[in-house]
């Protein structure tokens, strides 16, 4: 069973920044895609960022110039760099497998972002 392992999150004002990252164990992460999620309360869980195994990245229309997703596949780990946050920003964030959609049925337990405005 993959485990993911979300951390970074935090308070921040408006403007600020986060750096997320997610730690999964798959012996196969190299060859993944690997995307970020994020709920907001009386939401439904919402892809925002993702990553191939090539590098090539993509981003929902909202968070497009502001966040970033890297890979480090020898620490089998995706990042989320997030700048000039907004309230509506504020979620937990998760990772997991996939372009556009999650491709495992289990998450972590997701870390909480809150954007104070």
């Known amino acids: 069973q993959v485990q993911l392992v979300e951390s970074g999150g935090g308070l921040v004002q408006a403007g600020g920044s986060l750096r997320l990252s997610c730690t999964a164990s798959?012996?196969?992460?190299?060859?993944?895609?690997m995307g970020w999620y994020r709920q907001a309360p009386g939401n439904q869980r919402e892809w925002v960022a993702s990553?191939?195994?090539?590098?090539?990245?993509n981003y929902r229309d909202s968070v497009k110039g502001r966040f970033t997703i890297s890979r480090d596949d020898a620490k089998k780990t995706v990042y989320l760099q997030m700048n000039s946050l907004k309230p509506e920003d504020t979620a937990v964030y998760y990772c997991?497998?996939?372009?556009?959609?999650?491709?495992?049925?289990?998450w972590g337990q997701g870390t909480q972002v809150t954007v104070a405005s």
């Open positions: 997991n497998g996939g372009l556009y959609a999650p491709a495992f049925s289990s």
């Open positions: 798959l012996s196969m992460f190299s060859s993944l895609a």
């Open positions: 990553i191939t195994s090539g590098g090539n990245a």
